[in-house]
């Protein structure tokens, strides 16, 4: 079955601007979670949707936004870029519940400039 | 709150022999479960085992096993018969019931370098 999806691989944004990440998860899975990755902070959590709803929220400011929708494809968006924003953003789904494993994108590279 | 802690940054370890990663981890939640990935350099998250909470037994996946020792609250991944393509970067995870949903939460990672 195919995998996680996420587009693009990578991006160059200057700051100030926006930016959209796309991910669909592996079919049934409506599980969808976001990472930041960097260097410095690890894998640091954003948001978990589950059909179509936001469920849990990272410590993370309001210029990060997400949505799901009905086919359980995810987006995230982030607003007013900063070059602290660059960073792997990682997609995982899952079967829902305590055991539900990820399964991770290849990530999309994000550099502000 | 949930913490997870790998205290070893970097690993070495020679082809063919075992190695330990260890994990310990911090929830208040009795129903929880742990997770082990494995990132390459290519950058992509690999799933590699699992252990719930509730589970007698230590998780074993090929190569891959988890001693879990609950009272301890750790989590080690033991690796068996090290292979090259075992370098990578290794995290240790958590996830649990948290507001109506769940949430994962991942360790700060251990590099493993396989040497020939």
């Known amino acids: 079955k195919a995998g996680v999806t996420q587009t693009p691989r990578y991006l160059i944004k200057t700051r100030g601007q926006q930016v959209t990440l796309s991910c669909s998860p592996i079919s049934g899975h409506r599980s969808v979670s976001w990472y930041q990755q960097t260097p410095g902070q690890g894998l640091q959590f954003l948001f978990e949707?589950?059909?179509?709803?936001?469920?849990n929220k990272g410590n993370f400011p309001g210029r990060f936004s997400g949505r799901q929708f009905s086919n359980s494809r995810s987006e995230m968006n982030v607003s007013t870029l900063e070059l602290g924003d660059s960073a792997l953003y990682l997609c995982a789904s899952s079967l829902p519940g305590r055991e539900g494993g990820y399964t991770f994108g290849s990530g999309t590279r994000l550099t502000v400039v | 709150a949930q913490k997870i802690t790998q205290t070893q940054p970097g690993m070495f370890v020679q082809e063919k022999e075992a190695v330990t990663l260890d994990c310990t981890y911090d929830?208040?939640?009795?129903?929880?479960?742990l997770f082990w990935y494995k990132q390459p350099s290519s950058g992509e998250m690999i799933f590699l085992i699992y252990?719930?909470?509730?589970?007698?037994q230590n998780a074993t996946e090929g190569r891959y096993s988890l001693n879990f020792q609950k009272a301890r609250k750790s989590a080690n991944l033991v690796i068996s018969a090290s292979q090259l393509g075992d370098s990578a970067m290794y995290f240790c995870?958590?996830?649990?019931?948290?507001?109506?949903?769940?949430?994962?939460?991942f360790g700060a990672g251990t590099r493993l370098f396989v040497k020939a």
């Open positions: 929830t208040s939640d009795p129903s929880y479960g």
């Open positions: 995870a958590m996830r649990e019931a948290h507001t109506g949903g769940f949430k994962t939460i």
């Open positions: 949707y589950f059909s179509e709803t936001q469920r």
């Open positions: 252990q719930g909470s509730y589970d007698q």
